[in-house]
């Protein structure tokens, strides 16, 4: 496979870093502003989950389109890359670091797909219950603290996977 164009390489790095700022930038957005400043205001008035099920709704389709524009660019940026020997050689430095970056890349996508299809809709049923009366606050409250620690868990591999580019990089 040729190497692309330096055009081609400085298109895929912007886009790929748009993508990292918005996906991480997500995160820590949502794990140091929103989640402590919106409990602080709405405490526990159900609008805070509503609010929190809003924000979540339009970050997903953000993350979700981040990690196909990082997976493209990735692949565009990983061959054109010197030190790259091929898939699933790991012969050098740069690919056993690139190797643990991406491990830490699919922590985050399971920690997304726990965070989307598990905690997230057992939340937003609890808490309609719990709106109406019905439901168990202190499952509304346990689940609230399980989606703060993926998201928190999230943010720590996206700091690894930073730490893990800046030595592939220095490399």
């Known amino acids: 496979m040729p190497a692309p164009s330096q055009t081609i390489l400085a298109i895929s790095y912007f886009f790929h870093l748009v993508a990292t700022v918005i996906w991480l930038g997500g995160l820590a957005v949502l794990g140091l502003l929103v989640f402590p400043a919106a409990r602080r205001a709405l405490a526990e008035n159900p609008a805070l989950y509503a609010l929190l099920t809003r ?86 409250e346990r689940l609230r603290r399980q989606e703060v620690r993926l998201t928190w868990i999230n943010i720590g591999l996206g700091l690894l996977v930073l730490a893990f580019t800046a030595w592939a990089t220095a490399i």
Request: with cysteine; glycine share 6%.
């Open 55 to 140: 924000i979540r709704q339009r970050f997903l389709p953000l993350t979700h389109f981040s990690l196909v524009v990082l997976i493209v660019t990735g692949l565009v940026q990983m061959t054109a890359d010197p030190n790259y020997d091929g898939m699933l050689q790991f012969t050098n430095e740069w690919s056993r670091v690139i190797l643990f970056k991406h491990i830490a890349i699919a922590g985050m996508v399971v920690c997304g797909l726990l965070l989307q299809y598990a905690v997230a809709p057992a939340l937003e049923r609890v808490s309609l219950l719990v709106e109406r009366g019905k439901g168990d606050p202190a499952a509304q």
